[in-house]
């Protein structure tokens, strides 16, 4: 779930599987994609606190697994929840270096910069014949995240929250061409997901383990509680309650499914 290169605090493991759930059920759908023979050794970069992993190793039971991840916190939960899986503290690029049949990077590549030279690189490090399985929120239009950087964009701590907005996703017209241009066959597509919360509160304790810590991160103590309550009353203007009191987060999810020839 975690990626290198992103400046606070750690990221919180038991924050995050709050909503293990409705997190984990991208990872499966991309999975399944993928035909179970052919899988000798997977890799999941950024593997967060293991749930992804538990998804790969069920999907690919024969298969030697290796879990990668920047967050000290999310790979001690990652050991506690798999005592029997090699889980490694490092950066994406890290790892055994071993070529994998199979690399999957579930809600982390959206962190980082430079796609069209990363997911050439990460095709690079497949066996022939391997696949690449990319899960990525897609949400920086939704009302979720539009809000938190308008709050940000408005209040005393406008200057230092210029830069805590991650960069939009490249198209799906952009994927598929660069996996192209690699020699790579590819699918792409889009699936938005409701997830039926609490209600707003429910927002931003999900939002505060992925795109608002980012926000969070650059304020001091005292400023964060402001913040929140900010940004919790614009949410509760935008998601209006279902009728039996919960909140429907919509959630668009872009996912890329590449493989190397061979």
């Known amino acids: 779930m975690t990626a290198e290169g992103r400046a606070g605090r750690d990221w919180s493991a038991t924050r995050y599987l709050a909503f293990e759930r409705e997190r984990t ?89 430079d796609h069209d030279r990363l997911l050439p690189d990460l095709i690079g490090r497949l066996r022939p014949g391997g696949w690449l399985a990319v899960q990525m929120p897609d949400n920086l239009t939704e009302p979720s995240h539009v809000l938190m950087a308008e709050v940000a964009a408005r209040g005393p701590w406008a200057e230092r929250l210029a830069s805590a907005r991650r960069a939009p996703l490249m198209t799906a017209e952009g994927y598929l061409a660069l996996f192209q241009r690699h020699g790579a066959t590819a699918e792409v597509w889009r699936t938005t997901y409701y997830h039926q919360l609490a209600g707003p509160e429910a927002i931003v304790d999900w939002v505060s383990s992925t795109g ?40 668009p999810r872009l996912f890329l499914l590449a493989r190397r020839p061979g």
Request: net charge negative; aromatic share 6%; glycine share 8%.
């Open 25 to 113: 059920r991208p990872v499966r759908d991309l999975l399944a994609e993928i035909p179970p023979e052919g899988i000798s050794r997977a890799v999941d970069l950024g593997c967060g606190p293991g749930n992804s992993t538990e998804v790969l190793i069920a999907r690919f039971p024969g298969a030697e697994v290796e879990g990668v991840d920047s967050s000290p916190d999310m790979i001690a939960a990652a050991r506690r929840r798999l005592p029997d899986t090699r889980f490694t503290l490092g950066d994406l690029g890290e790892g055994s270096g071993e070529a994998a049949d199979l690399l999957l990077a579930n809600a982390v590549l959206q962190w980082l910069p």
């Open 212 to 251: 608002l810590k980012p926000y969070l991160d650059r304020l001091d103590e005292e400023e964060r509680p402001d913040f929140t309550a900010a940004y919790l009353e614009e949410l509760r203007a935008a998601y209006p309650p279902l009728p039996d009191g919960r909140v429907a987060l919509r959630f």
